[in-house]
């Protein structure tokens, strides 16, 4: 009898755990896209706004600069509406808003891609509030609605979702992503918007208030789980680190070294993680002694090149993160795509703080926990 109640229990939670797993797919970034198409050099010229500018607030009005996504390439499949229409998004832990085109955009960019038709949607429901998105040279303009969106197994009712009517630009046109899904706090989303995660939490369809974030480093399928932590994706022990502004996944680096000496982040610096970009941003100054250090030079994009001979030979760079060591080695900070390898540092003018892409999570498995507020790092497999 015993056997058959533990025989039970253990059915009820394998069929009833509140675990969703959204595999993440690896594409094309925009940047090597734009690049492809001749259009980069032009692009970076006239967005001179800094990926940083993503985590300035612009009151009611949500900002982000196009080029924050200009390396983002892990997207996974969303649905919306009754019957569900797909799309491909960016899973973004820097933002909070979710929004799609609409078929009412006539912008190139969304001819280009999936569009959402409400009144294809039985269980939409017109929200009748403009959505404003700032980006460099131009505004992702839209309105927000609700309905139903289906996250793998998850069905999540009445959830706000904002349809794009215009989009900057030719920019979008070139990516593959559909539309952006923000996992970041509420304090960050537009007015009258309620990010995707909280209202899964509000509805108890999550097993925990967390999710965790596992990107491919050896050939394994990356994969976003939504309330759970999977101990299959990561060595040794998670290690916390308490979130120090509830808005973004912010928290405090102690400092960057290399071969034991700071060269960066001298005295404790802010950082967050953020899964919508993909490369290391850091002040200026500070990514300008980790180029110089690591041997990488400036090409004509802005970008830092790197010898991929040289790999074996460059330093470790050590971020120390609430008083353990997080390394990155030359492999892990390298960017290296047809014989050419870049630096996964890129500098910022404006900014004092770091913002720890996909190149940190890589790395490092990344529990994003909204109940206690923390953010938990492991080696990832």
């Not at 198409?37 to 010229?45: K, R, V």
């Not at 280009?112 to 039985?122: A, E, L, V």
């Not at 000496?261 to 980790?290: E, H, K």
């Amino acid at each position: 009898m015993r056997c058959l109640v533990v025989l039970l229990a253990v059915l009820a939670l394998s069929q009833g755990t509140g675990i969703t797993r959204i595999p993440l797919h690896k594409g094309k970034p925009l940047r090597k896209a734009l690049k492809e198409h001749g259009l980069l050099e032009d692009f970076l010229q006239k967005h001179q706004s800094a990926v940083s500018s993503k985590y300035s607030s612009f009151g009611e009005v949500a900002s982000e600069p196009l080029s924050s996504y200009l390396d983002s390439q892990y997207f996974g499949k969303i649905y919306i509406g009754t019957p569900p229409q797909e799309f491909t998004v960016v899973f973004d832990t820097g933002s909070s808003d979710l929004w799609v085109p609409s078929v009412y955009c006539k912008s190139n960019a969304c001819q280009n891609h999936h569009r959402f038709d409400p009144s294809m949607s039985s269980t939409f429901q017109n929200l009748g509030k403009p959505l404003s998105i700032q980006y460099g040279t131009g505004s992702m303009q839209g309105f927000l609605g609700y309905d139903t969106v289906t996250v793998s197994n998850i069905v999540d009712p009445q959830q706000t979702v904002g349809l794009s009517t215009q989009e900057p630009g030719d920019v979008f046109t070139y990516s593959e992503f559909d539309g952006i899904l923000g996992l970041a706090y509420p304090s960050l989303a537009s007015e009258y918007s309620v990010p995707v995660f909280d209202n899964m939490m509000n509805r108890h369809l999550v097993a925990q208030d967390l999710f965790s974030v596992y990107m491919d480093g050896n050939g394994r399928e990356s994969m976003l789980t939504l309330g759970a932590i999977d101990p299959s994706y990561y060595t040794g022990s998670l290690h916390w680190v308490p979130v120090t502004l509830q808005k973004y996944w912010q928290f405090t680096v102690d400092s960057v070294t290399i071969s034991g000496v700071v060269v960066a982040c001298d005295g404790g610096c802010q950082a967050i993680l953020d899964t919508g970009t993909s490369i290391l941003v850091g002040p200026s100054s500070d990514v300008l002694n980790i180029q110089m250090a690591i041997g990488a030079i400036q090409n004509q994009y802005g970008e830092f090149d790197i010898d991929c001979g040289s790999l074996s030979s460059m330093p470790t760079v050590v971020f120390e993160i609430n008083s353990r060591m997080y390394p990155l080695t030359p492999s892990a900070y390298t960017n290296q795509d047809q014989g050419f390898c870049t630096s996964g540092f890129q500098g910022e003018n404006n900014s004092q703080q770091w913002i720890l892409g996909d190149v940190f999570i890589r790395e490092y498995y990344s529990v994003f926990d909204r109940a206690n507020n923390r953010v938990g790092l492991a080696k990832a497999v």
